[in-house]
């Protein structure tokens, strides 16, 4: 069954405390994998976009990288300021290829 | 990026009426928008898909005659909760695909008393 997993559910750092969060996904055929922050009672904001295997992206202390079966969103020297819930999606799990079916996220809470 | 707009950010309506929630994309066009809801500590949950000049596409266990989705134009679509009930206080949140990438709305949080 196609679907898409986040562990952990949620992480607590200290500030400077680098760590990764990650996204396990089973899709035929993967379309673009899709990483969003989201703070609480605002919608998701996008970070990045990722579409081959072995494919990275980064923006300020983030990195997003993608194999064939996972993606890892990589946190260096974090600041209380990236404390949100990072979501990921994929599209054509369910429904058409344009829609994107999230992962349950992952709460990230630095402490400073 | 790409800005989308929701409009209003909270309401407020009791059991029975209905409200209606806007999403416009500001700064492009859309010929799809998605609406999802969003429960205290879940993800988001696709609700329905609107096509620009079409009927809207829902997802299985989604009411579409109680979630009325209109997409008059290519920067406007339209959510009605009809005959609001508490059940469906929730946290509503459109998107909309510009070239590649998907972009949220700010959300509305709809409480029914």
């Known amino acids: 069954e196609d679907q898409v997993t986040q562990s952990p559910e949620a992480l607590r750092l200290q500030e400077g405390e680098s760590s990764s969060l990650n996204c396990s996904y089973t899709?035929?055929?993967?379309?673009?994998l899709f990483w969003y922050r989201q703070d609480p009672g605002k919608g998701p904001e996008f970070l990045f976009t990722l579409y081959s295997a072995g494919e990275e992206k980064e923006k300020e202390r983030l990195k997003a990288t993608l194999t064939k079966k996972e993606s890892f969103l990589h946190i260096t020297a974090p600041k209380p300021e990236d404390s949100a819930t990072y979501l990921c999606a994929v599209p054509g799990i369910s429904g058409s290829a344009r829609q994107l079916t999230f992962g349950s996220g992952t709460q990230l809470t630095v402490l400073p | 990026g790409a800005v989308v707009s929701q409009h209003p950010s909270w309401v407020i309506c009791k059991s029975g009426t209905s409200v209606k929630i806007e999403c416009r994309s500001l700064d492009f066009q859309a010929t799809t928008m998605f609406w999802y809801r969003q429960f205290p500590k879940q993800s988001l949950m696709l609700m329905a898909t609107?096509?620009?000049?079409?009927?809207?596409?829902?997802e299985q266990g989604v009411e579409k005659d109680k979630f009325l989705i209109n997409h008059a134009s290519l920067t406007l679509s339209t959510l009605t909760v009809t005959s609001a009930h508490p059940e469906d206080s929730s946290f509503y949140i459109c998107?909309?695909?510009?070239?590649?990438?998907?972009?949220f709305g700010p959300g509305t949080r709809l409480t029914v008393t």
């Open positions: 609107s096509n620009e000049g079409s009927k809207a596409t829902y």
């Open positions: 998107s909309a695909k510009a070239d590649h990438e998907q972009y």
């Open positions: 899709v035929s055929g993967l379309r673009g």
